[in-house]
């Protein structure tokens, strides 16, 4: 049996990250270990998980690398997740095979993730747009909501300007009631929104999407 260790650090934004229900420059998160395997274990803001419930819940934790003995139902999300990380990260690093070979699936069918752009303007949003363009970014999530229509519209258009090959998808964190949702509808297909995450708020009307 291993012993699970976990350690809180703090991280800090390289800008101002702002969303339909937080603004923050940093955020807490937990790096957790089993043996040579490493994990993180980040609570959402949404949830009731924190940095210190997490590493409680680790604590005098020991756990074994054989995943046919994996039972971590009594985890909350976020520390299970972390957990989970770190031990299939310890078979690789044992084993020297990569996890998809391992589960059997296909190496060059890669999925590149979405570059996320906060619910901001003016100057910080160019310097978004900017650690876009530094990352090479083609595929892009866009924050909306909890605003004015017009000020995600902005923000749409000025992304897409930007990114005109990109492929956007928008996230308003369940904010919108439908009318601000039929109101940027014109919006989303103007800019060529492929999704849209999250739309409404939860008290919507049933059919209301």
């Known amino acids: ?66 995943p046919r003995t994996w039972e971590f139902d009594h985890l909350e999300p976020a520390a299970r997740a972390g957990l989970e990380m770190a031990l299939l990260d310890l078979r690789g690093k044992r084993t020297g095979e990569p996890l998809w070979r391992a589960w059997g699936l296909d190496g060059d069918a890669r999925r590149e993730s979405f570059f996320t752009i906060p619910l901001v303007r003016g100057e910080e949003l160019r310097r978004w747009l900017d650690f876009a363009a530094e ?19 902005e923000r749409l258009r000025a992304v897409r300007a930007a990114f005109p090959d990109g492929v956007l998808r928008v996230d308003a964190n369940a904010s919108w009631r439908p009318a601000d949702a039929g109101e940027l509808a014109p919006v989303l297909r103007s800019c060529d929104v492929s999704s849209v995450e999250e739309p409404l708020v939860a008290s919507s009307p049933d059919g209301a999407t």
């Open 1 to 66: 049996m291993i012993p699970v260790r976990a350690e809180t650090i703090t991280l800090s934004w390289r800008a101002v990250f702002v969303n339909a229900y937080m603004r923050v420059h940093d955020f807490r998160t937990t790096i957790v270990r089993v043996g040579d395997g490493l994990g993180e274990a980040a609570p959402s803001a949404l949830g009731s998980e924190t940095a210190e419930s997490i590493t409680a819940a680790y604590r005098d934790l020991m756990v074994s690398d054989d």
């Open 135 to 153: 990352a090479d970014a083609r595929r892009l999530k866009v924050k909306v909501g909890a605003e004015p229509v017009a000020a995600s519209a």
